[in-house]
Nanobody
Framework: QVQLVESGGGLVPAGGSLILSCTAS????????MGWYRQAPGKARELVAR???????DYKDSVMGRFTISRDNAKNMVYLEMTRLKPEDTAVYYC?????????WGQGTQVTVGG
């Protein structure tokens, strides 16, 4: 059972930046996708960014050019650098990994962007 632990959320003003981090409890091979989803109140969970080896990262259109996903496979970590944050980016952000066909999720970290 893979455990994912996020950190780095918080309250920032519009236009600000945050870096989210996620640590996996065991080895996640580079070929396994890891990434970030988010869920705003009253809305469905949505993909923000996802990365796996051999493929370009996937980004939600509205964060393209503002968010950057990266991985440190040696440390079993994935990061999400968020810049030029907007109030509509406010959500709980969840770390995600797919291992052996099973999706694993972190507990979520709140990101709140002031208007």
């Amino acid at each position: 059972q893979v455990q994912l632990v996020e950190s780095g959320g918080g309250l920032v003003p519009a236009g600000g930046s945050l870096i989210l981090s996620c640590t996996a409890s065991e080895t996640i091979f580079a070929s396994n996708p890891m990434g970030w989803y988010r869920q705003a109140p009253g809305k469905a969970r949505e993909l923000v960014a996802r990365k796996r080896s051999g493929r370009d990262p996937d980004y939600k259109d509205s964060v393209m050019g503002r968010f950057t996903i990266s991985r440190d496979n040696a440390k079993n970590m994935v990061y999400l650098e968020m810049t030029r944050l907007k109030p509509e980016d406010t959500a709980v952000y969840y770390c995600y990994a797919r291992v052996g066909g099973i999706d694993y999720w972190g507990q979520g970290t709140q990101v709140t962007v002031g208007g």
